[in-house]
C-alpha cells in the first residue's frame, strides 16, 4: 500500500514538476486540508463520525477547466457505543477534475471523481484484525476561493465507497484546506 501510494505521488510530484511556467501550459498544484468523515449505508450502523486528513496534487489544462489530481487520505471512525473499537482507512485517489466558468474567478465550483486504492485495518478493543486492501471509487464537488495570486482556499465533499469483503465501506468526507498553484 505504501508503494501504491508513494507511485501516485511520484506521479503528481512529476506532473507538476514537467509543466512549464508559460501562461499557455498547464499549471500544477498542490495542497492539503483536513475535516470530518460521516459514514455511510451499513458503515453507518455501526461507526460514529470520524475524522479526515489528505493531501492533495494535480494539474489542470491552460483553460483553467479540466484537469486531473490525485489524493492521499486518511480516514478514522470509531465504533458507536459502548464497545471500544475503530477503523482506519489510508488510500489514494485518482480523480478527473472538471471545473466550469472563468479561470480567473474569485469562487470557482468544481466536480470531480475516479478511482483508488484504501487499505482498511479494523481494530475491537485490544484486537487488530488483518488489514485490507480495496479498490475504491469517488464522486463529489467543492468549491474554491481565491486567497491570493496564486492561493486558494477550498472546501469540498465527495462520496468514497470502498469495495470491502463483506459490504462496501461507504464515508463522505468533508473537508476545507489550502491549495497554491493550478488555474
Keep these: ?23 499557455a501550459q498547464a499549471r500544477g498544484y498542490v495542497g492539503f486540508g483536513g475535516g470530518v468523515s460521516v459514514p455511510t449505508g451499513n458503515f453507518a450502523d455501526t461507526y460514529k463520525t470520524g475524522w479526515t486528513g489528505q493531501v492533495i496534487a494535480g494539474i489542470t489544462g491552460p483553460n483553467g477547466m479540466l484537469g486531473g489530481r490525485i489524493d492521499g487520505m486518511y480516514v478514522r471512525h470509531s465504533l458507536d457505543g459502548t464497545v471500544d473499537g475503530s477503523t482506519a482507512l489510508l488510500g489514494a485517489n485518482g480523480d478527473l477534475v472538471l471545473s466550469p466558468g472563468s479561470a480567473d474567478a474569485k ?26 486492501t480495496k479498490f475504491a471509487f469517488n464522486l463529489g464537488g467543492g468549491v474554491r476561493l481565491a486567497a491570493g495570486s496564486r492561493m486558494s482556499v477550498f472546501l469540498e465533499g465527495r462520496y468514497i465507497s470502498v469495495q470491502t469483503e463483506a459490504n462496501s465501506t461507504g464515508f463522505i468526507p468533508i473537508a476545507i484546506g489550502l491549495r497554491w498553484g493550478g488555474n
Design 107 to 132: 469562487l470557482r465550483p468544481y466536480l470531480l471523481g475516479g478511482v483508488g486504492f484504501f487499505n482498511v485495518k479494523r481494530k475491537l478493543g485490544s484486537t487488530e484484525f488483518p488489514s485490507e
Design 1 to 23: 500500500m505504501k508503494r501504491t501510494i508513494a507511485g501516485f505521488v511520484a506521479t503528481g510530484m512529476l506532473a507538476v514538476a514537467l509543466a512549464t511556467p508559460a501562461a
